[in-house]
């Protein structure tokens, strides 16, 4: 759905598809553990699936499906956090090293509430 008011930045599909590379190269890089793996994988299926559903977004048949597809990146989003909180959190992961995942997440969820925020309250 290709509205001015509702349309993101150019870059959010790059910055969505960048951050999934960087998902799945930490997911890659976790110990081999089986609670390193169940965790990692979550967050990867979460963390790679927005960039597919921002994409699906921008294919919109109308504004309400623009929206449904906002949130569900939004809850995508979300659920990535959760897992980026567990892998510290079980002593798998040293925090630091996710600190740039979890602050690129959390901005991906600012910018996709303000987006589908904005697109709700803009009739048409």
Known sequence: MKDEDTEAPPDLKIRTKE???RVIRMYSALPHTTEAQVLGKQAA???TSVGANYREAQRARSKAEFVAKLGDCLKELD???YWFELLPD???VVPAKLASLV???DQLLAIFTTIAKKAKSNPS
């Open 45 to 47: 299926r979460s963390g």
């Open 19 to 21: 951050f999934a590379l």
């Open 79 to 81: 659920e990535t956090a």
């Open 90 to 92: 079980s002593g798998i």
């Open 103 to 105: 602050s690129e997440c």
